[in-house]
């Protein structure tokens, strides 16, 4: 079935860790982007990709890194986890040819830093 | 770049009652309007888009009117159900070219009360 997939769901990690939140589609989509979530609260946009080989910050600074060397996995790094990277990531991708604007979501990493 | 402002952040109705919230946005190149549902601990799902050479969209209980002059766009929903429980985002987009980036408002919180 056609989804966008993100490990782990759940995290719980302490300060000073190296982490990668894995975010995967086989939905055949080109673009691809992460947010930052606080439960309920505003979405904000840390970094998306056109396609392979493309990425660029978002609209909110975080210290995370992105890379994107094939089409359907877009997974996101913390070089060193620190508290205030507590929060939920999303992850969603859009289809540039068809429906290009509508993004479609994957289920959420929820991440506690310690 | 785009801002998107959206009213009100919490919304009380009784079952049965109608929803509305409201949105405006700021750049007027924006043609491309969705609207997502979030419920406790699930993804964003989109739940009905509209784009600026419609005036009204309806899917059942749920309809989207635009109005590009004053640049703002609602959600409104009909005999409401508690399962319509849930935090809604707006978002304004442009269509077309390179970027694909959705803005998004900070999100309403409908409760449905029994």
């Known amino acids: 079935e056609a989804d966008i997939y993100q490990t782990p769901r759940y995290l719980v990690i302490g300060t000073g860790k190296k982490i990668t939140l894995e975010c995967s589609q086989t939905?055949?989509?080109?673009?691809m982007y992460w947010y930052q979530q606080d439960p309920g609260m505003e979405l904000h946009l840390i970094h998306y990709?056109?396609?392979?080989?493309?990425?660029e910050k978002g609209d909110l600074s975080s210290e995370s890194t992105v890379s994107r060397i094939r089409t359907e996995h877009f997974p996101l790094t913390l070089e060193s986890a620190r508290p205030s990277h507590t929060s939920q990531y999303l992850c969603?991708?859009?289809?540039?040819?068809?429906?290009?604007?509508?993004?479609?979501f994957g289920p959420g990493t929820r991440l506690l830093v310690l | 770049g785009e801002n998107v402002e959206q009213h009100p952040s919490t919304l009380s109705v009784q079952e049965g009652d109608s929803a509305v919230i409201k949105c405006t946005y700021s750049?007027?190149?924006?043609?491309?309007f969705p609207w997502y549902k979030q419920e406790l601990g699930k993804r964003p799902q989109l739940i009905i888009d509209i784009r600026s050479n419609v005036g009204e969209k309806k899917d059942q209980r749920i309809a989207v009117t635009l109005n590009k002059t004053a640049k703002h766009f609602s959600l409104h929903i009909t005999e409401t159900q508690p399962e319509d429980s849930a935090v809604y985002f707006c978002?304004?987009?442009?269509?077309?070219?390179?970027?694909?980036?959705?803005?998004f408002g900070k999100g309403t919180l409908l409760t449905v009360n029994p």
């Open positions: 750049d007027s190149a924006s043609n491309y």
């Open positions: 990709s056109y396609g392979v080989n493309s990425t």
């Open positions: 978002a304004a987009s442009l269509s077309g070219g390179s970027n694909y980036k959705l803005t």
């Open positions: 939905m055949g989509h080109d673009k």
């Open positions: 969603a991708s859009s289809d540039l040819l068809t429906r290009k604007e509508t993004q479609y």
